[in-house]
């Protein structure tokens, strides 16, 4: 731990400067006829073999120590939830949301003993200084059939049809494809996928009949509205991944640990999308091959603010979900068997995987549950607590929808519309929610809002002082802060995001990840270009300036600590600096009453019709792994009118 480590480092710097304990001044004195340089030599030699046994390992720890680095720059606090559920040896399969790009890894590197692999996209892969990164990590790419998607000639329509003796097929029925213009027995074969437009969801081709007509698998497509009228369609060739599957099964059978996000690609979704079969596959592969049930941990990613810089994020990890050795007879059977129970795992790794998640129905949804929590908060919680709290929330909204067929009473609607509406004010005003408080008690002899004037606000404020403070500390932090803060490269590469992919609504998840790599890139060509500068302006001699140099890391990180307090004052100027404007301060100074009233409500609603939600709302502990099969069963029964 800790402690040793600082012992351990005091010990060695003790024995090094007192000679007399010294033990290669010992040795060399008794003796005379060894000298200095043959230890040196030896020990350069087994410095060189231990470096090259051990590369990968090195190059991992390496990688992992400038992650930890990376993450303490650009998250205020990144908090882990559930490490208990981890096995602390064997081999592991992580299964994470993919809601923030290549940061996702960063956070389960960070927070995880274990040495991960990851599987990784070709496409990213090829990329400069993510594929170095992964190489270090010692990653697996993958080749993603969606990344190598073409148009298919003419258009299609389709429809369902009875389809339960085909082999290949699932039993439970077939699309039947019918092109128009289109050459199917040259473009496409057994295996192969088709997409329709405007969906990330493609299906597999099990018969090919000539053509114009063709038939697809049905599975996972209950969400999708089939198009009745020609339209354009993708072709995703099959890709074989035999080779990558004998990385994954060497690694489990050494009892390493793989990373994989199966939803299989980023997303800014607030639900998760649905998982590919390619972690059940592996886990069936690992039991049959060596006998292995591999425990399979979820792990919920949750970032708060997590495109800005100095955000927070809560890493939690779930109950692990394992094979159903009885199951695997089964799955050797092949066909509709096999297709059956790697479905159930991987419902039952979804289950695992909401279960450490704050999942919603929209994004407009969410932002009215984080609202509704907040509004009912009393006091302050560990963003742990706020994590549980906020998952009853969402748990609770979705159950209440359910209760009323999705279509809610009037009260109901008319606080979902207040709770946004002050959202909305907040927002128009610049304002964060846990300022209003503050405003009621700032009023000081203030009897109502006509009273209010800019002259008496400013006589007792801070107002002169804090503008002063936070352009100091803007100034301090300026170069850093703006290349960390930096979104021009970052939207940039948003759009392309945005513009490639079936799933995105706003490719969100890829401006933190962008930010960073660009920061990887300049910072240090920022050092470079001080350094530069001081040899070539200043008298400072060569020690002197690679002094300065090798501090500057710690340089950069003062001034980003100075920046993050500055954003802290700029914030918190904001509420004075708006009193300022007559149409604004009568908004501001009514805002603490409508806050207070919406709290009352919202905590009386919840109080009526809580009690309706069982555990969710008079149990303190919850097993949320039982609380997400629940909810799914719950969803089924509406879904059949039960």
Same mark, same amino acid.
């Given at each position: 731990?800790?402690? @040793? ?27 005379? /006829? ?88 070709? @496409? ?34 389709? @429809? ?21 213009? =289109? ?5 496409? =074969? ?34 999708? =509205? ?25 690694? %489990?059978? /050494? ?10 690609? /980023? ?18 592969? +690992? ?58 795992? %991987? ?41 549980? %709290?906020?998952?009853?929330? +969402? ?6 929808? %359910? ?52 002259? =008496? ?23 850093? /802060? ?32 962008? @930010? ?127």
């Amino acid at each position: 731990d800790f402690t @040793k480590t600082q012992l351990t480092v005091f010990g060695i710097v003790l024995i090094l400067a007192v000679d007399s304990i010294n033990p290669v001044k010992i040795f060399l004195h008794v003796f005379p /006829s060894v000298k200095p340089w043959h230890i040196a030599s030896v020990s350069i030699a087994l410095m060189i073999y231990v470096f090259i046994s051990e590369l990968k390992a090195l190059l991992y720890f390496a990688t992992k120590v400038f992650f930890n680095s990376i993450a303490s720059i650009f998250f205020r606090s990144v908090e882990v939830v559930g490490r208990f559920n981890v096995p602390r040896h064997g081999p592991v399969i992580f299964v994470g949301n993919h809601a923030n790009q290549f940061v996702d890894a960063i956070m389960m590197v960070c927070t995880c003993e274990h040495k991960i692999s990851y599987l990784i996209a070709e @496409k990213s892969w090829n990329r400069r200084v993510v594929g170095d990164m992964a190489w270090a990590l010692g990653a697996v790419p993958v080749k993603r059939a969606q990344d190598y998607s073409v148009k298919g000639s003419g258009k299609i329509t389709m @429809k369902n049809v009875l389809f339960g003796d085909k082999e290949g097929s699932t039993g439970a029925g077939a699309i039947l494809v019918t092109g128009h213009n =289109t050459t199917f027995t040259k473009e496409l =074969t057994i295996g192969d996928k088709v997409r329709p437009p405007g969906t990330a969801i493609a299906m597999k081709v099990i018969e090919i009949e000539n053509d114009t007509s063709l038939n697809v698998e049905a599975v996972g497509t209950e969400s999708l =509205t089939l198009p009745e009228e020609p339209v354009p369609f993708d072709i995703l060739q099959r890709i074989d991944q035999k080779v990558v599957y004998s990385k994954v099964l060497e690694t %489990l059978a /050494s009892k390493g640990a793989i990373g994989i996000f199966p939803e299989g690609g /980023s997303h800014d979704r607030t639900d998760i999308l649905p998982l590919k079969v390619g972690v059940a596959l592996i886990a069936y592969s +690992a039991l049959e091959k060596d006998g292995i049930s591999v425990p399979i941990i979820p792990v919920g990613l949750n970032y708060f603010q997590k495109n800005r810089f100095r955000g927070r994020a809560v890493v939690e990890y779930g109950q692990p979900v394992y094979v159903d050795p009885s199951t695997l007879s089964a799955y050797q059977k092949g066909g509709p068997e096999k297709r059956r129970v790697c479905s159930e795992l %991987l419902q039952r790794i979804e289950d695992g995987m909401k279960s450490v998640l704050v999942t919603a129905p929209s994004y407009e949804s969410l932002q009215v549950i984080y609202a509704a929590r907040r509004l009912w908060q009393q006091k302050e919680l560990l963003i742990s607590e706020k994590q549980d %709290l906020s998952r009853r929330f +969402a748990e609770g909204y979705k159950q209440l929808l %359910l209760q009323v067929n999705g279509k809610p009473p009037k009260e109901w609607s008319d606080l979902n519309d207040r709770i946004v509406s002050y959202q909305n004010e907040l927002t128009e005003l610049g304002i964060r929610d846990y300022q209003v408080p503050g405003l009621d008690s700032e009023k000081g002899e203030i009897q109502s809002v006509e009273d209010l004037d800019g002259d =008496t606000f400013l006589s007792g404020m801070r107002l002169p002082y804090q503008i002063c403070h936070v352009l100091f500390l803007m100034l301090v932090a300026a170069i850093p /802060s703006v290349l960390l803060n930096t979104r021009i490269y970052a939207e940039k590469r948003r759009k392309k995001a945005l513009a490639n992919s079936k799933v995105k609504i706003k490719a969100e998840d890829v401006l933190m990840t962008e @930010k960073i790599l660009i920061c990887i890139v300049l910072v240090p060509t920022l050092w470079f270009f001080y350094a530069f500068m001081l040899k070539c302006f200043t008298n400072l001699d060569g020690p002197a300036i690679a002094l300065i140099f090798f501090c500057m890391p710690l340089f950069s990180y003062m001034s980003i600590m100075w920046a993050e307090a500055g954003m802290v004052e700029f914030k918190d100027l904001r509420p004075y600096v708006m009193r300022l404007y007559p149409s604004a301060r009568r908004r501001i100074a009514a805002l603490p009453e409508t806050r207070k009233k919406l709290s009352n409500d919202v905590r009386a609603f919840i109080k009526e019709h809580g009690p309706s939600l069982g555990e969710l709302y008079y149990s303190e502990d919850i097993d949320w792994n039982k609380m997400s099969v629940k909810a799914r069963n719950l969803s089924k029964k509406d879904l059949k009118g039960e």
